[in-house]
């Protein structure tokens, strides 16, 4: 069955560098990858959509790469602030159809200190 | 645009009771409404999929005698916790998307309820 990582639990920076999560998946490539922010004791935020023929996807001071031969993406956060710190988790879709499952890896608690 | 909302925000309930969550999308359409637990630290399992005017999907594992997911409307679904334990207790979140919110593929989420058992 597909598995998702995202290998830090935890990432500590100094404000002002760049923020810089993995996410990686075994098994088919998804039609398409999302990332999402998650405050304590919310609901996910959607951020950014990468589909399986983009290499590349940029949001204001995002930016989400997407390899499918690595089966990975980076998601980057550059000048990072204090109020980038949250959980951000990364999520596959399962079937490749509209309104499909997503699965979710276990999220990367980012903290930006000043 | 695009806001989902859940009702109540925390709930605490005796064991052995049910309790009703629901999920209202505020203004779209919501043609599949998704169902979440979160444990702590953890990140979201998916519970069940549904789709307005039919019976939900659930995942392998999910009893759905126990988790009663009704969604009549475009605009709401509910999720009823029957006879809740301790081990029910969790963070349940709900997400919905629709065509008409500018891409099928982008899941909106509520902002979750907090469910304690006693």
């Known amino acids: 069955s597909q598995k998702i990582e995202q290998n830090s639990e935890a990432l500590n920076i100094q404000e002002g560098k760049t923020a810089t999560l993995t996410c990686n998946y075994t098994?088919?490539?998804?039609?398409?990858l999302q990332w999402y922010r998650q405050d304590p004791g919310r609901g996910p935020v959607f951020l950014l959509l990468i589909r399986e023929n983009e290499k590349e996807k940029r949001k204001e001071r995002l930016k989400v790469t997407f390899d499918t031969t690595l089966k990975q993406s980076l998601f980057h956060i550059t000048a990072s602030q204090p109020a980038d710190s949250a959980t951000y988790l990364c999520a596959l879709d399962m079937s490749g159809s509209s309104a499909s499952k997503i699965i979710f890896g276990s999220g990367t608690r980012l903290s930006i200190r000043p | 645009g695009a806001v989902v909302s859940q009702h109540p925000s925390w709930v605490i309930c005796k064991s052995g009771t049910s309790v009703k969550i629901e999920c209202r999308s505020l203004d779209f359409q919501a043609t599949t409404m998704f169902w979440y637990r979160q444990f702590p630290k953890q990140s979201l399992m998916l519970m069940a999929t549904?789709?307005?005017?039919?019976?939900?999907?659930?995942e392998q594992g999910v009893e759905k005698d126990k988790f009663l997911i009704n969604h009549a409307s475009l605009t709401l679904s509910t999720l009823t916790v029957t006879s809740a334990h301790p081990e029910d207790s969790s963070f349940y979140i709900c997400s919905a998307s629709s065509p008409g919110t500018g891409s099928t593929d982008t899941q909106y989420f509520g902002p979750g309820t907090r469910l304690t058992v006693l």
């Open positions: 549904s789709n307005e005017g039919s019976k939900a999907t659930y």
């Open positions: 098994n088919y490539s998804p039609a398409y």
